[in-house]
């Protein structure tokens, strides 16, 4: 069992997470576009009892999804990198940035969805399940 280290970008919030994820995932749409600057995001999806915060403090921001739920999400106050975030859709999941453990290691995302929204320039690996919208049932 291995157990990884998500940190924002000035390092006062860092958060374990205890391997292996429930699953990884790749959404194109606008709002994680808005919320990671960039062009797409990368969700790591832990049980809720793997992860922990281990130093800092957290502000939060909640928004309504596309599912109906509301998602809250925790970032780091000072630096204002967004870390992890808590579908309310998916009680018993935390997604954690993949990049907040800046590791070239990190394995790939399983899934990527939204792929309507995708930039044309992004290229998926091959083996990845595609979704054009939203899976209907998976924490996505
Ligand atoms: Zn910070
Ligand atoms: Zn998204």
Redesign the pocket.
């Known amino acids: 069992m291995q157990t990884r280290t998500a940190s924002c970008h000035c390092g006062q919030l860092r958060l374990s997470c205890e391997d292996p994820p429930r699953k990884i995932s790749m959404?194109h749409?606008e709002?994680?576009k808005r919320r990671t600057g960039s062009a797409f995001?990368v969700a790591v999806f832990y049980a809720r009892d793997k992860v922990r915060l281990m130093d800092g403090e957290a502000r939060q921001w909640q928004r309504p999804s596309a599912s109906g739920f509301p998602v809250t999400f925790h970032f780091c106050g000072t630096c204002g990198s967004n870390i992890y975030w808590e579908p309310q859709r998916m009680p018993d999941l935390v997604a954690v940035a993949s990049g907040a453990f800046a590791d070239p290691d990190f394995p790939a995302p399983a899934q990527s969805v939204?792929t309507v929204e995708k930039h044309h320039w992004v290229i998926l690996p091959e083996d990845i399940v595609q979704f054009a919208d939203y899976p209907p049932r998976s924490p996505g």
Do not use: A, E
């Open positions: 959404c749409c709002d994680c995001s939204r």
